[in-house]
């Protein structure tokens, strides 16, 4: 009796879609996966336009948002992590992020 190695590629991001609470990413190996926005503070206090100015990295391995200057693992969502953001961190964001606004 033989056997063969099966080979196991690792799913890559395809599309994302985020609405008002959810981030979903469409998987290469034709899942999606689906996560609560509050896992991402600053997904979650994005403007639609900004929230939808992603682009995939790293070949699918992960998205990222210029404007908010955040960036997602595809892994990491795969395994259920949330953002391993700061508090400290998100706040001097939310912070800047205020004053910007302010001068606009």
Not at 17 to 34: C, H, K
Not at 47 to 68: A, C, F, S, V
């Amino acid at each position: 009796m033989s056997t063969s190695a099966i080979e196991i590629q690792k799913p890559y991001g395809k599309n994302v879609i985020v609405t008002d609470d959810t981030l979903s990413v469409e998987l290469s190996d034709g899942r999606s996966i689906s996560v609560p926005l509050t896992w991402f503070p600053r997904l979650l206090n994005a403007t639609p336009k900004e929230r939808n100015n992603w682009r995939l990295i790293g070949k699918g391995d992960g998205i990222h948002w210029e404007d908010l200057d955040e960036d997602i693992n595809i892994e990491g969502l795969i395994t259920g992590r949330p953002s391993g953001e700061s508090r400290s961190s998100f706040k001097k964001w939310l912070k800047k992020r205020s004053q910007i606004k302010v001068r606009l």
